[in-house]
C-alpha cells in the first residue's frame, strides 16, 4: 500500500471534494490521483499511469468480482466455504483461516474488507474460480472489460511478484466501479468486529483506516 500515494481512494470515492488545480495534494507520493465517482471527473492527478505494486490495493479488483458473483447467484451470503492448505497458508495479513475449516462468505468477505485477509480473498477466489489461477485471470479480464492499460494482476491478494502492477489511475477506475455496490460500503465501514465469536479460536477484526474510527 505505501508503494502507491494514492489519496485515500476508498475514502475519496466516497466523499469527494473540490481543489484548485495548482494545490499538491501528494508532494511526497509517487503517483496520485483524485476523482468524483459519480462521474469519473479526474479532480487531481500526479503520474497517475505510472505503473507501481498496488499491494493490498489489489483486492478492490478481487472484491469487485466476488460482487458481482454473489448478484450473479454463483455465491450466496450464507454459504459456508471450506478453506484449502492454498488459502490458509496465505502470508501476509490473514484472519488465521485454517485447512478445511468452514467460514460463510459473509465473513470471509468481512474479514477481507476490514482486516486485509489474504487468507479470506484466496478462499473466496477459489469457490468462484476454482483456482487462484483461474480467479486471476478474471481479474485481468475484467481489467481489459474496464478499458484498464497500466494493469497486469498475478494473485488476488497483493503480495509483491514479478509482473503483478497497477497504477493510481486504474486503481480509481476500479473503485468507482466497486462503490457502485452499496453492499461494499457496509463492509469496508466497519471499524471493529469479531469472527468465531463465542469460540476459542475468536478473532477481533480491527479497521486500520483511521478515518472510518473517527
Not at 501528494?26 to 500526479?46: R, V
Not at 498496488?54 to 459456508?80: H, R, V
Not at 485477509?117 to 476454482?130: H, R, S
Request: with cysteine.
Amino acid at each position: 500500500m505505501k508503494k502507491i500515494g494514492i489519496l485515500l481512494i476508498s475514502l475519496l470515492l466516497i466523499y469527494p471534494c473540490f481543489v484548485k488545480a495548482e494545490t499538491d495534494l501528494a508532494p511526497n507520493a509517487k503517483s496520485a490521483i483524485l476523482l468524483e465517482a459519480s462521474t469519473g471527473k479526474i479532480i487531481y492527478e500526479k503520474n497517475s499511469h505510472e505503473k507501481l505494486a498496488p499491494a493490498s490495493m489489489t483486492k478492490m479488483m478481487s472484491m469487485l468480482l466476488i460482487m458481482e458473483s454473489i448478484e450473479k447467484g454463483i455465491l450466496s451470503w450464507d454459504q459456508m466455504i471450506t478453506v484449502s492448505a492454498n488459502a490458509s497458508g496465505m502470508g501476509g495479513s490473514q484472519i488465521l483461516l485454517e485447512t478445511g475449516e468452514q467460514m460463510s462468505v459473509d465473513d470471509l468477505f468481512k474479514g477481507i474488507a476490514v482486516a486485509s485477509g489474504n487468507d479470506a480473498v484466496v478462499a473466496l477466489a477459489e469457490a468462484i474460480a476454482g483456482t487462484e489461477e483461474e480467479f486471476v485471470k478474471m481479474m485481468n479480464e475484467r481489467a481489459k472489460e474496464l478499458g484498464l492499460n497500466d494493469t497486469s494482476f498475478k494473485n488476488p491478494h497483493g503480495l509483491d511478484t514479478a509482473n503483478h502492477y497497477s497504477s493510481a489511475y486504474d486503481m480509481a477506475m476500479i473503485g468507482k466501479e466497486l462503490v457502485k455496490h452499496e453492499k461494499v460500503l457496509q463492509y469496508s465501514s466497519i471499524y471493529e468486529d469479531y469472527l468465531r465469536k463465542g469460540t476459542d479460536k475468536e478473532i477481533w477484526l480491527v479497521n486500520t483506516n483511521k478515518v472510518v474510527y473517527e
